[in-house]
């Protein structure tokens, strides 16, 4: 099987910054997108950003600008970097990751979730 373990979170001040990081472990054949998700009580997950396998990245436009995903392949980790953070952007962050565990078999596997909270 396949872990997701997320760290980086807590409080910040607005305009601060935070890195999010997530890292993959066990039976991994491969990894594919990579995804930062967001979720505050009582609202669906929202899609954040997204980086391919190839590099290519996208964002939401709440947060194009001031947030950066990148990856590292041999860590098998995908970070989210956060700059002039907003009290609207206190949430939970979770990491979704397509992963071959199996040599013929891909699903996404999720991060535990960690709490960003943005606030004086």
Same mark, same amino acid.
């Given at each position: 099987q396949v872990q997701l373990v997320e760290s980086g979170g807590g409080l910040v001040q607005p305009g601060g910054s935070l890195r999010l990081s997530c890292t993959a472990s066990g039976s991994i054949y491969g990894i594919y997108n990579m995804e930062w998700y967001r979720q505050v009580p009582g609202k669906p997950r929202e899609w954040v950003? =997204? !980086? @391919? +396998? #190839?590099?290519?990245?996208? *964002? @939401?436009d709440s947060v194009r600008g001031r947030?950066? !995903?990148? $990856?590292? &392949? &041999? %860590? %098998? +980790?995908? *970070? #989210?970097?956060? &700059?002039a #953070? %907003?009290? =609207?952007?206190t949430a939970v962050y979770f990491c979704g990751v397509d992963? $071959?565990?199996e040599v013929d078999t891909v699903n996404r596997f999720w991060g535990q979730g960690i709490q960003v909270t943005v606030s004086t």
């Open positions: 950003a =997204e !980086i @391919t +396998a #190839l590099g290519s990245t996208r *964002y @939401t947030f950066t !995903i990148s $990856r590292d &392949n &041999n %860590k %098998k +980790a995908v *970070y #989210l970097q956060m &700059n #953070l %907003k009290p =609207e952007d992963v $071959r565990w």
